[in-house]
């Protein structure tokens, strides 16, 4: 059963006709994992702030429906939508630096949610978040709650990030490129750590990325977007064995492989790019029509 359900998602530029999502549907289980993939600008990330109702001031929802846990949010007034999805669902940002206050200490920044979203007292709340830190592998966690986040390295604050993520319980999780901003040799232990967590607590997972290594790895199912618009959604075997669609074997024969670091990188065919480009525009007239 779907516990995350997209039907004919459609997101615009404010003051404008132009799409940014194009009739996006799709589905995500209550203990999936299911991956986001696509060029930068394929709407990955529009998806899962139009889930979360954080989208920016400039996009705007014109069409479809958001059911979480069967309820469709965009029905709701926005006071208890904001209500449903802080208690259901959270989110686990990029950027560790920009997405955590730097003027506050770290163990306001998870035990505060707790107090507004589940209305705990402040003592169960820094006790939890001592303890969700602890779950993410932070030595000392009742230091780190009272450090700030400059005094963090950067998969430290990505951790902080997860706990926080996870804190409240949540039914769903959005990792929207949760490595991007670390290095190399820390991004595989930030990714074992989130599979870890989501595992534990089963919870179904929305992962954005362009690392189609990274879906193999950790997602069941996947679907590649461009321009708004989906292309496939198949399950991560059927996918790597056979993409169906054009732009997938494309995007899937532009992947680097580990297994010969010396190969030429090959490019996504212009053919394939104005395929899709047809496919979008060809959405736009019928939803013009």
Same mark, same amino acid.
Request: charged letters at 25%; a positive charge.
């Given at each position: 059963m779907s516990f995350l359900k997209i039907r004919d998602l459609s997101v615009i530029l404010r003051g404008t006709n132009h799409r940014l999502l194009r009739g996006v549907?799709?589905?995500?289980?209550?203990?999936?994992?299911?991956?986001?993939?696509?060029?930068?600008?394929?709407?990955k990330?529009?998806?899962?702030?139009?889930?979360?109702?954080?989208l920016p001031r400039s996009a705007r929802i014109v069409g479809g429906s958001i059911e979480l846990d069967g309820?469709?949010?965009?029905?709701?007034?926005?006071?208890?939508?904001?209500h449903l999805i802080g208690q259901k669902a959270a989110l686990i940002p990029q950027d560790p630096l920009t997405a955590l206050n730097p003027a506050r200490r770290i163990g306001p920044q998870i035990s505060d949610r707790l107090v507004d979203i589940l209305g705990?007292?402040?003592?169960?709340?820094?006790?939890?978040?001592?303890?969700?830190?602890?779950?993410?592998?932070?030595?000392q966690p009742d230091r780190v709650l009272r450090a700030y986040p400059h005094?963090?390295?950067?998969?430290?604050?990505?951790?902080?990030?997860i706990a926080s993520a996870f804190a409240a319980e949540p039914r769903l999780i959005v990792a929207d490129e949760p490595t991007t901003a670390l290095d190399v040799t820390v991004q595989k232990?930030?990714?074992?750590?989130?599979?870890?967590?989501?595992?534990?607590?089963?919870?179904?997972?929305?992962?954005?990325?362009?690392?189609?290594?990274?879906?193999?790895?950790?997602?069941?199912?996947l679907t590649v977007l461009y321009g708004g618009l989906v292309m496939e959604e198949a399950e991560v075997g059927a996918?790597? #064995? @056979?993409?169906?669609?054009?732009?997938? +074997? /494309?995007?899937?024969?532009a992947t680097p492989r580990?297994?010969?670091?010396?190969?030429?990188?090959?490019?996504?065919? #212009? @053919?394939?790019?104005?395929?899709?480009? +047809? /496919?979008?525009?060809?959405?736009?007239?019928?939803?013009?029509?």
């Amino acid at each position: 059963m779907s516990f995350l359900k997209i039907r004919d998602l459609s997101v615009i530029l404010r003051g404008t006709n132009h799409r940014l999502l194009r009739g996006v549907s799709l589905d995500v289980g209550a203990t999936e994992v299911m991956g986001l993939v696509g060029e930068s600008g394929a709407g990955k990330s529009m998806i899962g702030k139009a889930v979360l109702g954080i989208l920016p001031r400039s996009a705007r929802i014109v069409g479809g429906s958001i059911e979480l846990d069967g309820v469709d949010l965009l029905t709701l007034p926005p006071r208890q939508r904001r209500h449903l999805i802080g208690q259901k669902a959270a989110l686990i940002p990029q950027d560790p630096l920009t997405a955590l206050n730097p003027a506050r200490r770290i163990g306001p920044q998870i035990s505060d949610r707790l107090v507004d979203i589940l209305g705990w007292d402040k003592a169960r709340a820094r006790a939890r978040a001592e303890e969700i830190l602890h779950d993410v592998h932070i030595p000392q966690p009742d230091r780190v709650l009272r450090a700030y986040p400059h005094e963090l390295s950067g998969g430290m604050r990505q951790r902080v990030l997860i706990a926080s993520a996870f804190a409240a319980e949540p039914r769903l999780i959005v990792a929207d490129e949760p490595t991007t901003a670390l290095d190399v040799t820390v991004q595989k232990q930030i990714l074992k750590l989130i599979f870890e967590m989501q595992a534990r607590h089963g919870t179904a997972l929305l992962f954005v990325t362009h690392d189609l290594g990274v879906v193999s790895k950790i997602c069941q199912r996947l679907t590649v977007l461009y321009g708004g618009l989906v292309m496939e959604e198949a399950e991560v075997g059927a996918f790597f #064995e @056979a993409p169906r669609h054009a732009y997938s +074997r /494309a995007l899937l024969a532009a992947t680097p492989r580990h297994t010969d670091p010396t190969a030429d990188l090959t490019p996504v065919p #212009e @053919a394939v790019i104005a395929e899709a480009r +047809r /496919a979008v525009a060809e959405a736009d007239q019928r939803w013009h029509a």
